[in-house]
């Protein structure tokens, strides 16, 4: 059986489902202020939840396409080495989401640093320097992408960005300066999680449609086998 999928549906059905999860994050936070408790299945600011999960889970079908896309650049003989590298690199954001990696290593990265400020969470610090790393070792590879699909590249790229170090440093600066249970904290947690799961649907949307584009069919096609009993 062979399914035909439309990467501006899925992207339209991401983002329905990033919109939901937005207005449930909202009801918890409204529930906050006017009843005084969260709710934490919902709240963007907590760990091991459905927003959380959500984000693990969009980011390992991220790294899934870049290693489709990477087996068949190796059988094309076209540069396979890049896509196998970003595949490894979403697998562990993947990981990172559910276990909370950065989460752990800002203590002692802050006692390292004596960070403060806008650099109160401390766990930008690493991730930062790896980012400029990264974007050092990709330049060339994206360059090298069809214009389109650099572009789309770059735009999910910032989005994200934004969101995972942009507002978690204004986020720092507030929860040190002013804590964290107030309106505006909740705000930029809020907006931070948001432009990540948008960024992480914006890549999604860009590898299928790189997918397509290189498909013989022009469109993305999904092959379900069933085994057959001589």
């Given amino acids: 059986m062979t399914l035909q999928a439309s990467p501006r549906k899925i992207l339209n059905s ?12 909202i009801l918890s936070i409204i529930n906050e202020l006017y009843f005084g408790k969260s709710i ?4 963007f600011n907590e760990e091991r939840n459905i927003p959380t999960f959500f984000s693990s889970f969009a980011l390992i079908i991220c790294s899934a396409l ?3 896309i990477a087996i068949n650049n190796k059988k094309t003989n076209t540069s396979y080495i890049p896509w196998f590298g970003l595949s490894f690199i979403f697998l562990f ?14 203590e002692p990265t802050r006692e390292v640093f004596e ?17 400029i790393i990264f974007i050092a070792a990709y330049a060339k590879f994206l360059f090298y992408l069809p214009r389109n699909i650099m572009l789309l590249f770059l735009a999910s790229g910032f989005t994200f960005v ?3 170090i ?11 300066t002013f804590g964290e249970n107030n309106v505006l904290y909740y705000i930029y947690y809020t907006c931070e999680e948001f432009l990540e799961m948008l960024g992480i649907a914006i890549l999604l949307y860009t590898l299928l449609t790189h997918m397509e584009n290189q498909s013989q069919t022009g469109a993305l096609t999904l092959v379900v086998s069933s085994g057959t009993t001589a």
């Fill in 162 to 164: 934004s969101g995972a």
């Fill in 14 to 25: 991401h983002i329905a489902l990033i919109s939901l999860l937005l207005l449930a994050n």
């Fill in 93 to 106: 954001l993947s990981i990172d989401e559910t276990l909370t990696v950065h989460e752990k290593i800002t």
């Fill in 166 to 176: 942009g507002f978690e440093l204004l986020g720092g600066y507030h929860a040190e």
């Fill in 66 to 68: 870049l290693y489709l």
């Fill in 115 to 131: 960070a403060s400020g806008f650099l109160f969470y401390a766990w930008v610090i690493p991730y930062g320097i790896a980012l």
């Fill in 40 to 43: 934490p299945i919902l709240n």
